[in-house]
Nanobody
Framework: QVQLVESGGGLVQDGGSLRLSCAASGRSFSSYGMGWFRQAPGKEREVVAAVNWNGGRTYYTDSVKGRFIISRDNAKNTVYLQMNSLKPEDAAVYYC????????????????????WGQGTQVTVSS
């Protein structure tokens, strides 16, 4: 099972940008489907973005389309979430998730689809 460590969270002003990183352990990262989820206080965890094993397929939830970009570097065992034009409603704990053995031309977007999770990184957006 892969271990995931997120970084890059922090405090940013409304309209600002952050880039989250998720570093994965192990030698099979290139076979993993990856996703970013977030959970705000009092709300359920929701998918934000997802990417397939080679970066050829991506998914974004409607509220972040045009503002966030998910990407991966298989040589560095890392997936990224570039977040631009941040809004107060983007504030949440952001989690990285991995789905093992996913050499597929599709993304996964449900929590139950993923087998490994990071500990989360806090994103705060001040208005």
């Amino acid at each position: 099972q892969v271990q995931l460590v997120e970084s890059g969270g922090g405090l940013v002003q409304d309209g600002g940008s952050l880039r989250l990183s998720c570093a994965a352990s192990g030698r099979s990262f290139s076979s993993y489907g990856m996703g970013w989820f977030r959970q705000a206080p009092g709300k359920e965890r929701e998918v934000v973005a997802a990417v397939n094993w080679n970066g050829g397929r991506t998914y974004y939830t409607d509220s972040v389309k045009g503002r966030f970009i998910i990407s991966r570097d298989n040589a560095k065992n890392t997936v990224y979430l570039q977040m631009n034009s941040l809004k107060p409603e983007d504030a949440a704990v952001y989690y990285c998730a991995a789905r093992a053995r996913s050499y597929e031309n599709r993304t996964y977007t449900k929590e139950a689809d993923f087998t490994s999770w990071g500990q989360g990184t806090q994103v705060t957006v001040s208005s």
